[in-house]
């Protein structure tokens, strides 16, 4: 198990005859397009106003590029620190599917973490949606899990092959009530 879901199974503990079956986290394509929009936002606003500077006269440039420069460096470290708080949130969303439950983790703002766990037993519905030509091209969609008492109803979005991954969940959910229920017939006999 690699380090960094290491650090996220922290965040709860295994049952007795608890065994990890899959993770779900969002689709990579969601980290290089906040890596692109970053660097348009911040590097590309910077250049053009260099460029901006460097076409309105020679002696206009001259004087405020210092200026220009520390209001640069000021400006992408503040964008830079919004997209890594933007990224982290949707790093650190994940769902947890075991043989006993579905355990959700997800990153509501930087010091503000929401954990949410069903049993695979109260699960009623679960959905992989996918909406779009680039979430069709790239197969990324929502999942949506809800339970009997609507408390513990959660989904995930912007994840890879959301309809094979609820049909995993599903399976796990059919199987968990087969045996709940074989368990119930046969302590009443």
């Known amino acids: 198990m690699n380090r960094f879901l290491q650090y996220e199974t922290d965040e709860f503990s295994y049952s007795e005859g608890e065994v990890l ?7 990579w394509i969601i980290d290089v397009l906040v890596f692109v ?6 590097v590309g606003v910077v250049l053009l106003a260099f460029a901006l500077f460097y076409y309105a006269g020679g002696e206009y440039m001259t004087k405020n ?3 220009l420069v520390f209001f640069s460096f000021i ?11 933007r990224w982290f949130n949707h790093a650190f969303d994940v769902i947890f599917v075991t043989n006993d439950r579905v355990i959700d983790i997800s990153q509501i703002d930087f010091f503000h973490k929401n954990i949410v766990e069903t ?3 109260n699960i009623q519905d679960v959905t992989g949606d996918i909406k779009g030509f680039l979430n069709t091209m790239f197969s990324i969609g929502t999942i949506q899990i809800r339970t009997s ?5 959660f989904s995930i979005t912007l994840v890879k092959e959301p309809q094979k991954s609820s049909r995993q969940i ?3 959910v059919r199987s968990a009530v087969t045996l709940e229920h ?3 017939v046969s302590s009443e006999s």
Do not use: M
């Not at 400006?75 to 708080?85: D, K, P, R």
């Not at 008492?149 to 109803?153: S, V």
């Open 21 to 27: 079956h899959f993770v779900i986290r969002r689709h």
């Open 37 to 42: 929009r970053w660097f348009l936002v911040s």
């Open 65 to 67: 590029f210092l200026l």
């Open 75 to 85: 400006y992408i470290a503040l964008v830079t620190f919004g997209y890594v708080v």
């Open 119 to 121: 049993r695979l037993s």
């Open 149 to 153: 008492n609507h408390l513990a109803d």
């Open 170 to 172: 599903f399976d796990l």
């Open 182 to 184: 074989s368990d119930v």
